[in-house]
């Protein structure tokens, strides 16, 4: 198992991750990666450089042999998925992760949260959910799941929720119930490494392990295929 790209990687513009795009490059192309998306945080998470998004035009497609996607991982403001980017700026994004952060939004119930991700998901941009499996935010899977494969959208599973220290509560056992869901559903899902530091980039060795451990099947990961990252790429990007 190998995975080809890695979409969900920080840089120093995030505000608390520790290395830059070239330093993030370098090592995906050390693990051997195809591609690599940067996908720094958007204005609502404390500290964020948002000024980074409308200046990514300075950044080639292709460098040190990779192919290099520009997105962004917008926050959840609210039960009913609004994003904190507007919509002229979500079309110049190769692509658009939406996640649930402390900072950003209060926990509900179960309902609540899912209805969040739900709604989120009705926003033509958004093709990524990352790390749905903290109990921080708890989620109703068969629900979440069923709606993503509805509206053809990938449910990531985040590696940095599988390595120990993490601060996300329970990410295992969800990340478990997650894959146990998608697969039930015959539902794609995408690997993200998170890294907020370089040597993290394209680190899916916990993803993996929870994979074989799940018998989860390889044709519903999109990271295995170069094709895949048409799933979640933004086709409407002038």
């Known amino acids: 198992m190998k995975a080809l790209f890695d979409l969900h990687t920080h840089t120093l513009a995030s505000g608390h991750a520790f290395s830059t795009l070239k330093e993030n490059l370098e090592e995906a192309k050390q693990k051997g990666l195809w591609g690599i998306g940067t996908s720094d945080h958007a204005e609502k998470m404390p500290g964020t450089n948002a000024s980074l998004f409308i200046n990514y035009k300075v950044v080639r497609n292709s460098c040190m042999g990779l192919r290099v996607f520009c997105g962004v991982e917008t926050n959840i403001c609210d ?11 979500l079309q ?4 658009v992760i939406a996640s649930l952060h402390s900072p950003c939004i209060q926990s509900g119930t179960a309902e ?8 989120v998901m009705k926003n033509p941009y958004v093709k990524i959910i990352a790390h749905p499996d903290d109990s921080r935010y708890p989620l109703d899977y068969d629900v979440l799941v069923s709606a993503a494969k509805k509206h053809r959208v990938a449910l990531e599973l985040n590696n940095s929720s599988l390595v120990p220290g993490s601060t996300r509560v329970n990410g295992k056992e969800n990340a478990k119930k997650l894959l146990q869901t998608c697969k039930k559903f015959q539902a794609p899902i995408i690997l993200g490494s998170d890294a907020h530091i370089w040597y993290d980039v394209g680190r899916f060795d916990e993803a993996y392990d929870l994979i074989k451990e799940v018998s989860f099947p390889e044709e519903l990961i999109l990271n295995l295929h170069e094709d895949g990252i048409h799933a979640v790429l933004n086709h409407r990007k002038k």
């Open 92 to 95: 110049k994004m190769d692509y």
């Open 112 to 119: 609540q949260n899912t209805a969040a991700l739900l709604g």
């Open 79 to 89: 039960f009913h998925g609004t994003i904190d980017m507007e919509e002229p700026l």
